[in-house]
T-cell receptor, first 117, second 111 residues
């Protein structure tokens, strides 16, 4: 069966460029999460959607980061005016859970590796 | 604030032997969930095992088991009969309204 997919898998951007990262969650999964994983570190929470509603964006590092999930399925993470410190792997995960505090497993995508030159 | 600490950046185990990966966490909540995820090189993160904080019994999944000590806020992972395919980064995670991950432990399995 289809898992979580992300595109592009690799993205190189010049400092100052805008980028858009896409996540296709598992069909029927209500919850969708974005994480940022710096080299040699664990994933850091960015934001959480339940269907189309963005219920938590406390992890977004600056107002240059914006995420949306307009129809409650595909999500896009947009980074404006990219900086070198934005270089990281961006992971998307989806889950059946309807509450953020849950036992349900999060299924992860392969990530998008963003390099900002 | 919730934090997850993995104090072992790297661990090594001989094939067929047993290894234990450490994890401690801090939370003020009494109801939460703990997870161990595995991230093989260049591959997706997958769930290894999970534990509900209100359950005293330690979770087990085949060769994988945990030692959950709620009072000590400790959640270690034991891998028995280690296999070459177990080589990966292992992340401990705490879920209470949002998922917090530790920095990871890189496990090497020697043939």
């Amino acid at each position: 069966g289809a898992g979580v997919s992300q595109s592009p898998r690799y993205k190189v951007a010049k400092r100052g460029q805008d980028v858009a990262l896409r996540c296709d969650p598992i069909s029927g999964h209500v919850s969708l999460f974005w994480y940022q994983q710096a080299l040699g570190q664990g994933p850091e929470f960015l934001t959480y959607f339940q269907n189309e509603a963005q219920l938590d964006k406390s992890g977004l590092p600056s107002d240059r980061f914006f995420a949306e999930r307009p129809e409650g399925s595909v999500s896009t993470l947009k980074i404006q005016r990219t900086q070198q410190e934005d270089s990281a792997v961006y992971l998307c995960a989806s889950s059946l859970q309807t509450a953020p505090n849950s036992y349900n497993e999060q299924f992860f995508g392969p990530g998008t590796r963003l390099t900002v030159l | 604030a919730q934090t997850v600490t993995q104090s072992q950046p790297e661990m090594s185990v001989q094939e067929a032997e047993t290894v234990t990966l450490s994890c401690t966490y801090d939370t003020s909540e009494s109801d939460y969930y703990l997870f161990w995820y595995k991230q093989p090189p260049s591959r997706q993160m997958i769930l290894v095992i999970r534990q509900e904080a209100y359950k005293q019994q330690n979770a087990t999944e085949n060769r994988f088991s945990v030692n959950f000590q709620k009072a000590a806020k400790s959640f270690s992972l034991k891998i028995s009969d280690s296999q070459l395919g177990d080589a990966a980064m292992y992340f401990c995670a705490l879920n209470n309204n949002d998922m917090r991950f530790g920095a990871g432990t890189r496990l090497t399995v020697k043939p």
